[in-house]
């Protein structure tokens, strides 16, 4: 296990700078021994230039060519061996079982890119044949499908390191898009990100791929040049609030605005109804526990919001969830920084005029104590939204509404989030269908009688939400529609069969679906017969 | 006729500043009689929470009743009789031919946004079905549609006022996604504003739609409130760079960020090659200069930078341009201030060391002069872009490149345009290849032998492109893609059939094309065999 610490720039490691930092064990929080190398603005630009140079070709790499890329990615994550696993445990405290787990999902997500790309249907292709003896103009052809938008900065999370990392969910979709990619690796687990990138380096070279499709760069200060460097045309960011709002302007101060996408605060309210509580009050309480401490409660999905009406069974429940979340150990936060927001975050929360900590787990000061807080419902209805701002950790906050009437006003109100979770019993038929009504325009996930952690990566899988779920409603950051945010349509007018690129051509030779003259078909186009008719 | 120069709030009519403002005949300057009312921001506000209170009806709307909406009001624009287009022919100086032309395409495009609404796939519809017993974990049943994202503020474009303006294609995109609107007329042609917001009310009240469907204000003062306005969801906009821009940081300042779509500034690159000069250069000579003075330039696809190889071809080509653009008459402008702002912009041009004027048409002082300037290659790659900044009107520039390896290194410093035009000749069929790669990434549409002026309404057309010339080139405008624009995923997941939206549901009631376990079909689901089988 080689750890360089440098740059990764066109196929190659450089560090310049001089300037390097350390990794740390994340239980022990002593410093790991590996030093790396932070990136000098000279070689952000060195790497941005090297993926523009890539470009070109990387993005018409053919579809099973692309595919087979993804896939070799795949292969040398899973061949990585247990020194891996031991480096990203102790960069972030993370468990063996979720290490493990957290690659398969990885290696899983490039796969499933793959049969994306394979699928083809991401092109997006469409066609309207000529119409010469239309009046009182003809019409021309005019044939349309997506492109890759050009080299993608990635700002990867620091609480999956494999999955929302460096050949994490953007990573393999901006690829998948054809677009080169260039990492900045996030500073809670270089040594893993290194370890990925190398892995991913090897993959650049079996399947000869332009050496400038992959970068990455270490060191917090390199993001500012890497956003404003001109060659980046889009930008994927999954973090904080507060992260992604500076990122964003930074991204606004260029000359030529971009696409940023950012995945950043949700508290994935959860909604009880009495049918629901009165049915299996304590599988809930029992569940709601295991979802808001799971991973330490690092997870964007985690429910930070526990929604009731008023009456004894909500209280019942309140208390069943108490005596839960007070058995339930401190655990490993990812890093100090994320253990001393967290205990911030409480104390806050507890600070909170309306606010009472109802019960918590054993004290511990080098790990996260799970809390939960009560709060009166006049705070969920309060400007700036005192109940929805994101304490990342192992607590969570139990709210009692007056009546469904009294949700249903407010759940417009609410903040945008991720997820929204309703535990719903036979007695709550009737309630249902006017709650998922109001939730639905607030969220990307509704979900029934389920906890919003573990999200599945898949076709229909949505990540994302209104802002500051998300900076932008119309992407997911997860599942195979990820890959929208990278792609744009172009339109051909007039050309040749010949000229066109093999996604638009008469014959169909990629054999994808298309839209032609209205119809959605996967057959090849027989003169111009089908547009006459149409 | 009637016009009460009101604003149009929750299908009533108000008028509480006391400010009014008149509209102006195109030819004579002269003030129309009617009187305009100025929005207050009180009056925005009711139109933005009437649309909010329309937005939970209106999303729910079956297709087939969307479509007929859609229809209604296509039907009431083809019937508006004479004296409405005797008034956009005063308001606008568009002379008769091409305001009739106008309204068809506009009730036309009305129409394809009905049968998309039809065909059902704007709904994105994807299911992947439960995997109870999959190992390590069962995987539970997911399914994602698209929703539109709530009202929508428009700010319709002076130079289309049917077309682009109150039912033109944001608001018909827009309609079709599920989303109320609000427009904001434009101040150039108020009348015609309110006699297409007439129709629009009577096919709400025919079609018996909830009534805050549809808003309109009117006075310039009215988009900074529009654009803050707490329930707007997402803004469209088709004007000038400095219009979006100002509109984008208005945009910028608000608590919940929001989807915006500009479509601003493009000056549309014209390629001529050597081998189609030498077949056919008078030819194109009179094709570019027709393009560049149609409708008095005052199209976005105007295209306004002509670039050819030096040499005698391009010399001889150059003075046959020259001629035909003599040739041509002084144009009637929209308005006295895009006249104003035409000739500053020719005046501009002129002033810019390395720039000539080459031949202009005609001059008259209440009319646009033709102009045809030629301008050194250096200011083609100079920051700024100077020569790429837009000039509104019957003006446009000749450049001499070396070769095709100049224009091939310079395209990445393209700014983003909607259009690049390529005209080829036998003799050019190698440049073609490189020349539509390097193209593609810095524009929306690619033509061969054709002008970049008239835009198909159809699936397959991108107007978009690259910054400048759209905020965001992942979109459209024109097609019937630019319905993508209002419309975001959201998943279920774990809800029984009867709770699910119909287009999720297992027998397909809607029979749409739908994404199930990884194949596209629009079968019904019988079981979890699909799944099992993947």
């Known amino acids: 296990m080689d750890i360089f610490g440098k740059q990764f720039i066109d196929g190659k490691r450089e560090a310049s700078s001089g300037i390097t930092f350390v990794a740390c064990d994340a239980v022990s929080g002593e410093t790991l021994p590996h030093k790396i190398s932070t990136a000098t603005e000279a070689e952000v630009r060195s790497a941005a230039e090297a993926a523009a140079r890539a470009y070109p070709v990387y993005r018409k790499t053919g579809l099973e060519e692309r595919a087979g890329f993804l896939e070799a990615i795949a292969k040398e994550i899973d061949s990585l061996d247990d020194s891996f696993i031991s480096m990203v445990m102790a960069e972030t405290g993370l468990l063996e079982a979720r290490v493990r787990g957290e690659r398969a999902r990885t290696s899983n997500q490039l796969r499933l890119f793959a049969a994306v ?5 991401f092109l997006g292709a469409r066609i309207d044949s000529a119409l010469p003896q239309r009046e009182p103009l003809p019409r021309p052809d005019i044939r349309q499908y997506r492109i890759g938008l050009g080299p993608v900065a990635v700002f990867g999370a620091g609480n999956f390191p494999l999955a929302f990392s460096v050949a994490g969910g953007d990573t393999a979709s901006a690829l998948a898009a054809g677009c080169p990619v260039i990492v900045k690796a996030h500073s809670g687990h270089p040594v893993t990100s290194e370890l990925v990138g190398q892995a991913i380096v090897r993959a650049v070279e079996t399947c000869r791929m332009p050496s400038g499709v992959f970068g990455m760069l270490f060191g917090d200060n390199s993001g500012e040049p890497l956003v404003l460097a001109r060659e980046i045309k889009a930008i994927a960011f999954t973090g904080s609030l507060r992260g992604g709002r500076a990122l964003n302007e930074i991204a606004a101060r260029r000359p030529e605005p971009i696409p940023m996408f950012a995945e950043m605060s949700s508290i994935n309210p959860v909604i009880v109804l009495p049918g629901a509580l009165k049915e299996r009050s304590q599988a809930i309480a029992t569940g709601v526990a295991a979802s808001v401490t799971l991973g330490a409660g690092q997870f964007c999905t985690n429910p930070g919001l526990i929604i009731g009406f008023s009456g004894d069974l909500f209280e019942h429940f309140c208390q069943q969830l108490g005596e839960e979340m007070g058995k339930r150990d401190p655990s490993v936060m990812l890093n100090r920084t994320i253990l001393t927001n967290y205990q911030d975050g409480v104390t ?4 909170i005029s309306g606010v009472e900590l109802l019960a918590s ?13 009560r709060a009166s419902a006049t705070l969920l209805k309060k400007t700036g939204h005192p109940l929805e701002a994101e304490v990342f950790g192992p607590a969570t906050v139990v709210v009692a509404l007056k009546d469904l009437q009294e949700l249903l006003d407010l759940a417009p109100r609410l903040n945008g989030h991720l997820t929204a979770s309703v535990f719903a019993g036979s007695a709550d038929a009737e309630s249902c269908g006017p709650l998922v009504d109001a939730l639905e325009p607030r969220v990307g996930r509704i979900i029934l009688n389920d906890y919003p952690t573990g999200v599945e990566v898949c076709d229909a899988m949505v990540h994302g ?40 051509q008469d014959k169909n030779p990629l054999g ?17 017969q089908l547009a006459e008719n149409r």
């Open 512 to 528: 994808i679906r298309r839209l032609v003259n209205g119809c959605w078909t996967s057959d090849p186009i027989c003169g111009v």
């Open 348 to 351: 806050r929360m507890a600070q």
């Open 117 to 121: 790309v394979r699928r083809g249907d």
């Open 361 to 373: 787990g054993p004290s511990d000061l080098d790990r996260a104590q799970t809390c939960l807080f």
């Open 465 to 504: 939400g209104p802002y500051p779920a998300s900076s932008d409603s119309r992407f997911t950051s997860v599942g195979s529609l990820s890959i929208d945010r990278f792609l744009r349509p172009v339109c051909y007018q007039g050309y040749p069969d010949s000229m066109l690129p093999s996604a638009l």
